[in-house]
């Protein structure tokens, strides 16, 4: 059965790019095929474009600019909605991961599965935020391959040579399921609220497509499934995450092909970088020549102010090689594998990863100029930091879990023993694993989010955790 919206969804903001003091946006809305109403600036119409269609539902996006120097509004509607919009000044970003779970998402009940939206939502009305940043797995899409007979028994159980008929019927069904859960996230009046007055910008991680996907084995995601699943993965995460289709990437995408889907955001005194390690990704490399080559050209790129680097998996991480060689040895572990391949500590991206780290040290070290790494993924808060030499350091902020259940207690005291091996890929640069401020254990099993803040020219961070509150800020 299509899946059907009762009433239109949005507006969701997102900010394509950032010039001459303009903030350049694209509101999403979804309708069930009607048209919807145009936003309206200073008595000034802007039209609604289709950029997808569904069985029974049509996105549009509207493109249009605010002042990225001073606070504005926009109305739609018969509504207005304040944006808060100044870059250059006193300034507060949200960070979120993890917006989801992987089994049974769809069905949770409201109240408790937005819960951290809702406290992000008061946080808003507190102190109005400028952006809100998406640090991955915006979307838990791994329940999307079930129902069809192509998929169903994905990854374990697919055919090896399915008929082109099957395979475009197959490209239907996830379409459309892709479609109602992004459809069904973004309906939630708790995220709905935040979204049409703060505009996003987010970057994708392995559940946006698929647990593991990129570390699962070749026979799996180079199939004829698998790359349907992929293909159909992209073209949402285009249109639901950035309000746009294929050849019409705004301009803070490096790649206008969009063979990768790292992207950029400059001000004078703020970058915000975020390499897409998944589109590029297999068994043996997180990202490919685009990927790098991007990374190379902002290592290279002067910048002022502060650099705020997304990796969806975070690049400060303990030892887990222990970890990883214990699961392959055990056959009733090695369905976890993935899940420690997934992150550049793994063995296989050893290499990879030093060259990361070197490469975000010389950032670091450039005259002026300062970076923080923003991570997700592993659904806990935790900090970490790697010395730089001549007296700086690298912060990791780790924030995952707005939606996503906590794990038990016992998992991030495993996680918390083994920083204490220490990892330092780099000798002359060691990593320390540290607990948030407040808190005694180097990780909390809590939901969360960061609030991430500049007053004075000066940044700090505090997490929001669900039942310890606010953390004292941490200066950066």
Same mark, same amino acid.
Not at 69 to 77: L, T, V
Not at 348 to 376: N, Y
């Given at each position: ?113 937005? =819960?951290?939206? +809702?406290? $992000?939502?008061? %946080? &808003?009305? /507190?102190?109005?935020?400028? !952006?809100?940043?998406?640090?991955? #797995? ?94 159909? =993965?992209?073209? +949402?995460? $285009?249109?639901? %995450? &950035?309000? /746009?289709?294929?050849?019409? !990437?705004?301009?803070?995408?490096? #790649? ?219 200066q950066l």
């Amino acid at each position: 059965m299509a899946y059907q919206i009762s009433q239109t969804v949005g507006p969701v903001l997102f900010l394509d790019s950032v010039s001459e003091a303009r903030m350049h946006l694209a509101a999403l809305f979804i309708t069930s095929g009607e048209i919807p109403a145009p936003v309206v600036l200073d008595g000034r119409e802007e039209q609604p474009q289709s950029i997808a269609t569904y069985d029974t539902t049509t996105v549009w996006r509207v493109r249009f600019s605010l002042p990225a120097d001073a606070a504005s509004s926009y109305a739609w509607n018969g509504e207005t909605y304040p944006v808060a919009g100044d870059l250059s000044g006193d300034l507060r970003m949200g960070y979120v991961s993890c917006n989801g779970e992987e089994i049974g998402d769809m069905e949770r009940e409201g109240s408790e599965r937005n =819960a951290m939206w +809702a406290r $992000l939502r008061e %946080q &808003h009305r /507190t102190r109005p935020l400028s !952006l809100l940043l998406h640090g991955g #797995d915006q979307v838990y899409a791994d329940e999307v391959s079930n129902g069809h007979p192509l998929s169903e028994g994905w990854p374990d159980d697919i055919p090896k040579d399915p008929s082109r008929a099957d395979l475009a019927d197959l490209s239907h069904h996830l379409r459309e399921r892709f479609m109602a859960r992004y459809a069904a996230l973004y309906a939630a009046p708790e995220f709905a609220w935040l979204a049409a007055r703060v505009p996003s910008l987010m970057q994708w991680d392995d559940h946006d497509i698929c647990d593991g996907w990129g570390s699962l084995k070749r026979s799996r995601t180079y199939s004829p499934v698998g790359q349907a699943l992929f293909a159909a =993965a992209r073209e +949402a995460f $285009l249109v639901f %995450q &950035h309000a /746009t289709s294929e050849g019409d !990437l705004p301009p803070r995408f490096a #790649d206008p092909r969009g063979q990768h889907l790292g992207w950029t955001i400059n001000t004078p005194s703020l970058r915000i970088i975020a390499p897409d390690l998944r589109g590029e990704r297999t068994r043996r490399q997180i990202m490919g020549l685009g990927g790098w080559g991007m990374m190379n050209a902002e290592a290279n790129r002067d910048a002022e102010g502060h650099t705020f680097l997304m990796s969806s998996v975070p690049l400060l991480g303990p030892r887990l090689s222990i970890l990883e060689a214990i699961m392959v040895a055990i056959p009733s572990m090695q369905k976890y594998e993935d899940d420690l391949r997934d992150q550049w500590q793994s063995r296989a991206h050893r290499d990879e990863w030093r060259r990361m780290l070197r490469l975000v040290r010389d950032m670091a070290l450039r005259e002026g100029h300062d970076i923080t790494a923003l991570s997700g993924e592993i659904h806990l808060a935790t900090r970490a930091t790697m010395d730089l030499g001549q007296g700086l350091e690298l912060n990791q902020l780790v924030a995952s879990g707005v939606a996503h259940r906590a794990p038990p207690e016992a998992w991030a005291r495993t996680l918390g023993a083994l920083s204490w091996l220490g990892e330092n890929p780099l000798p002359e640069h060691p990593i320390r694993i540290a607990p948030l401020p407040g808190q005694s254990s180097r990780y909390t099993a809590e939901r969360n989010y960061l609030l991430i803040e500049r007053e004075s020219g000066q940044w700090q961070a505090r997490w929001d955790l669900e039942t310890s509150g606010l953390t004292p800020r941490l200066q950066l």
